[in-house]
């Protein structure tokens, strides 16, 4: 049963530190997104990625937040530094193709920052 | 730019009674839509999407959904719920031309009262 993994599940920090969080796409999958889930705003997508290249950054603060896929087997979302206002939980999912692909999510890193 | 909304924030049902979640879209053309469940600390899963065709789509769980044009609708409904139903849904709109983005309403929690 193939899944997207995230790591860590849970993270606190303290304001100001740098938060990495990782993300394992299912296999053969070359989509990957990044969404972010608050009480106030909902899911968001922050960013995605086809084949390894970014297609839409553009829900992202592009100040503090940077995401990147290393290879076809790993995504990273970087916060640094990190505020408060961050907590969250962050969420990766990845899909197949364009259209009518569905989006597989991933368990989800739960983010607090004090 | 596409929306949805979900205009039932918290429903609450007895066990063994029928549910209908409403979900409304904004879209120029006919989207992709999808309903997700997220249970509690979980990630989401997909219940069951719409692409075209049939307008009436089965899903996993016993969910079932019917788009309807006229009304921009895509209501998902379970003739007969379960304790295990208890959760968060989601339903969500993508569009069917280029953009890969996963718009998400606000989310519906259900409750099952025994």
């Known amino acids: 049963d193939a899944r997207v993994t995230q790591t860590p599940r849970h993270k606190v920090t303290e304001m100001g530190q740098e938060v990495t969080m990782r993300c394992q796409p299912i296999l053969g999958h070359n989509t990957v997104f990044w969404y972010r889930q608050t009480m106030m705003q909902g899911l968001e997508l922050l960013a995605y990625f086809r084949n390894r290249a970014p297609l839409d950054d553009s829900g992202m603060p592009k100040d503090r937040f940077s995401a990147e896929m290393p290879d076809a087997t790993l995504a990273t979302l970087k916060i640094q530094p990190s505020e408060p206002r961050d907590s969250a939980v962050y969420f990766c999912a990845s899909g197949q193709g364009q259209g009518e692909e569905t989006q597989y999510f991933g368990p989800g890193t739960r983010l607090l920052v004090l | 730019a596409q929306s949805v909304t979900q205009p039932d924030i918290h429903i609450t049902v007895s066990e063994g009674a029928s549910l209908e979640l409403r979900c409304n879209y904004s879209?120029?053309?006919?989207?992709?839509l999808f309903w997700y469940v997220q249970s509690p600390g979980q990630g989401l899963q997909l219940l069951l999407k719409y692409f075209s065709g049939d307008t009436l789509v089965q899903g996993i769980k016993g969910f079932e959904a019917e788009f309807k044009r006229s009304q921009s609708s895509f209501n998902l409904r379970k003739p007969s719920v379960h304790w295990s139903d208890a959760a968060e849904y989601f339903c969500a709109v993508k569009s069917n031309f280029g953009n890969e983005k996963l718009t998400f309403g606000t989310g519906t929690r259900l409750t099952i009262i025994p």
């Open positions: 879209y120029g053309a006919t989207p992709y």
